[in-house]
């Protein structure tokens, strides 16, 4: 079964990059595209969904996020990645990653649907 | 404050029912039938329990079961086991802007 991990640096200062990997394992059809999402809890919060890519390497993030948010995918690596640019204090989260979102797809349109498996998390701290 | 509104606690004796509730508006919860549920074991990958209002993927229990009534979406958990012990948090789409909400969630003691 397919099993996601996160990996990166625990502290991040003040304005500079926060930068998060999700390795995929277990995938058994290489014939399967997905979406790959990145989505925090903020202390005290409740989830936020952060961005998706697509395997294809499109892309759409959270319109509060998206001045600062890039994800990229290296399919050849079983990868992707998240940079969120100019971090704050508020960007202090654990980060989870996590294949999705599903789609459900009636009379030509397509809508957002759920999110399996995700990866354990990682806390990520913004502090000098 | 989450776009979705879970009461931060519920609790139950082994083998009651619960319910927890997750409240949106009607540009997600009530327009669309495409709530999930995700249970959060402490230090553990959140998990899919249900999709699309009350679809169970495989190798989740019957013991849970989703609903939605106008812009309140519910998950029942019967005959609650020491295992379900977790945080649970509701999602759920929100139009081509919004996109994905979240609920705050919800903090389930097996008393």
């Known amino acids: 079964q397919v099993q996601l991990q996160e990996s990166g640096p625990g502290l991040v200062k003040p304005s500079q990059t926060l930068s998060l990997s999700c390795s995929v394992s277990?995938?058994?059809?290489?014939?399967?595209?997905?979406?790959w999402s990145w989505i925090r809890q903020r202390p005290g919060k409740g989830l936020e969904w952060i961005g998706y890519?697509?395997?294809?390497?499109?892309?759409y993030y959270n319109p509060s996020l998206k001045s600062r948010v890039t994800i990229s995918v290296d399919t050849s690596k079983n990868q992707f990645s998240l940079k969120l640019t100019s971090v704050t204090a508020a960007d202090t989260a654990v980060y989870y990653c996590?294949?999705?979102?599903?789609?459900?797809?009636?009379?030509?349109?397509?809508?957002?649907?759920?999110?399996?498996?995700w990866g354990q998390g990682t806390q990520v701290t913004v502090s000098s | 404050q989450s776009a979705l509104t879970q009461p931060a606690s519920v609790s139950g004796s082994p083998g009651q029912s619960i319910t927890i509730s997750c409240t949106g508006a009607?540009?997600?919860?009530?327009?669309?039938?495409?709530v999930s549920w995700y249970q959060r074991h402490p230090d553990k990958a959140p998990k899919l329990m249900i999709y699309?209002?009350?679809k169970r993927p495989s190798g989740v229990s019957n013991r849970f079961s989703g609903s939605k009534s106008g812009n309140t979406a519910s998950l029942t958990i019967s005959g609650l086991q020491a295992e379900d012990e977790a945080d649970y948090y509701c999602?759920?789409?929100?139009?081509?802007?919004?996109?994905?909400?979240f609920g705050g969630g919800t903090k389930l003691t097996v008393l």
């Open positions: 699309e209002v009350t």
């Open positions: 999602c759920s789409y929100a139009g081509s802007g919004t996109f994905l909400v």
């Open positions: 009607s540009s997600d919860v009530g327009t669309y039938n495409l």
């Open positions: 277990g995938g058994s059809s290489s014939s399967s595209s997905f979406y």
């Open positions: 890519i697509h395997d294809s390497g499109n892309t």
């Open positions: 996590a294949r999705g979102p599903s789609w459900y797809c009636i009379g030509g349109s397509c809508y957002a649907n759920s999110f399996d498996p």
